[in-house]
């Protein structure tokens, strides 16, 4: 199947510091997607990217999608507490479209 | 984006009992899915819901448990049948839009079953 592995788990970090998490998967997508889901809301999409090698800014966000389309990663800069939430990496499930297979997570959380 | 609204946003019912869980999308949208995400995990695609026809089920997920209706390109509902503790989840309906495969999601429905 399509696995997408995300690390980290979790982060604990302070305001003002730099984040970084990666999500790997054992196939090939053609589209990767960034999501961030606060508690009682569902994801909300941050980052969509869709060539081998995109490099992609949203504000403080930065996302890559690996050359060999098996990886991305996502970095966020100067955290505030705000940025608390769970990001989830996410590609679309084989010949399904729209439909997406998510990775675990990685938890944020930012202490002032 | 299309605006998604799920209706109810939360729920406790009793066990044995069913839950009918609506998606009302703000435009017409060719694609409309339904996930289940658990407590502390990430989210699972339940089905497709297609305009018209019968729902196309992931694996591990049947019609009889939960039945989908999809009877206009704006709204969807999807039924908890027969719920049990283990249902317990959040209930997400997602749309997608355009030439690329963005997915966007409603709210979500939080079920606790006692």
């Known amino acids: 199947g399509q696995q997408l592995n995300q690390s980290p788990q979790s982060m604990f970090i302070q305001e003002g510091e730099d984040v970084s998490m990666n999500c790997t998967s054992s196939?090939?997508?053609?589209?990767w997607l960034w999501y961030k889901q606060e508690p009682g809301e569902g994801p909300v999409l941050l980052i969509a990217l869709y060539k081998a090698g995109e490099l992609t800014s949203n504000g403080r966000l930065t996302a890559q999608f690996g050359i060999t389309r098996k990886d991305s990663f996502l970095n966020i800069s100067a955290s505030i507490p705000s940025d608390v939430g769970i990001y989830f990496c996410?590609?679309?499930?084989?010949?399904?479209?729209?439909?997406?297979?998510f990775g675990k997570g990685t938890s944020l959380l930012v202490t002032p | 984006s299309a605006v998604i609204s799920q209706k109810p946003s939360r729920d406790i019912c009793q066990r044995g009992t069913s839950l009918t869980i609506q998606c009302q999308v703000d435009?017409?949208?060719?694609?409309m899915f339904w996930y289940r995400q658990q407590p502390g995990q990430s989210l699972t695609l339940i089905a497709t819901?297609?305009?018209?026809?019968?729902?196309?089920?992931e694996s591990g997920f049947v019609i009889d448990k939960f039945p989908i209706s999809r009877p206009n390109l704006t709204f969807s509902t999807l039924t908890v049948s027969n719920m049990s503790p283990e249902d317990s989840s959040i209930y997400l309906c997602?749309?997608?839009?355009?030439?690329?495969?963005?997915?966007?999601f409603g709210q979500g429905t939080r079920l606790t079953v006692v």
């Open positions: 435009s017409q949208v060719t694609m």
């Open positions: 819901a297609n305009q018209g026809s019968e729902a196309t089920y």
């Open positions: 996410a590609g679309p499930l084989a010949n399904s479209g729209y439909a997406l297979n």
């Open positions: 997602s749309v997608g839009q355009g030439v690329n495969t963005e997915a966007f």
């Open positions: 196939s090939i997508f053609n589209t």
